[in-house]
């Protein structure tokens, strides 16, 4: 069975950044697209950023059982499709998911392979900033995710491994390395 990589951490820390440069180095990655009852950003895409759900839609899939993990996070729900990861499983290749502390903790009881990531701001400061740098959250936003943020960080050491995104280029490359040491290096640029 291909592997399943669980990249995981607060709001804001550059998940999304991390995981896009991940798939250029190793292109062979399939990426589960998460699906999420809050709205679209500027320049996202239902279907290839998230599924953007209502709340309706999102409860009645949970009552369907169509998740392997979800969570509520900051007011607004996340969750992997089962259909999605089975998708991208079914071609035999890896498959990273982006998805909350809370989920990544469900994907460790059902899936004890997968392998988790925990990706790091260099201070709490730096993590303050870079949400309110971001500019697509309100003031009120922006505190929730500080406020979960804070608790996310003390269950660092829960995960098999760390990523201190503090140079971009640096945990980029550390995050390959991950990857590809858990394929046993039989991807390309191994």
Not at 25 to 39: C, D, H, K, N
Not at 100 to 122: C, H, L, N, S
Not at 128 to 156: K, N
Not at 164 to 187: K, M, P, Y
Request: proline share 4%.
């Amino acid at each position: 069975m291909a592997r399943v990589f669980v990249i995981t951490g607060p709001s804001g820390v550059g998940k999304g950044t991390l995981i896009r440069l991940l798939r250029e180095q190793v292109p062979e990655l399939a990426l589960s697209v998460s699906a999420t009852t809050r709205r679209p950003r500027t320049g996202e895409t239902h279907g290839e950023d998230y599924w953007f759900l209502t709340d309706e839609e999102f409860e009645q899939r949970v009552a369907e059982g169509d998740f392997v993990e979800w969570a509520e996070y900051s007011g607004r729900r996340y969750g992997t499709l089962r259909s999605e990861l089975e998708r991208c499983l079914a071609r035999g290749v890896p498959v990273v998911l982006e998805i909350e502390v809370q989920g990544a903790r469900q994907v460790r009881e059902t899936m004890p392979d997968a392998v988790q990531v925990f990706i790091a701001p260099p201070s709490p400061d730096v993590l303050r900033q870079r949400l309110i740098g971001r500019g697509t959250d309100s003031a009120e936003d922006v505190a929730r995710r500080l406020e979960t943020a804070e608790r996310e960080l003390a269950a660092h050491d829960e995960f098999d491994h760390e990523v201190v995104n503090d140079r971009l280029e640096d945990a980029a490359a550390q995050l390959a390395r991950i990857v590809r040491e858990s394929l046993g290096g039989t991807l390309a640029g191994a």
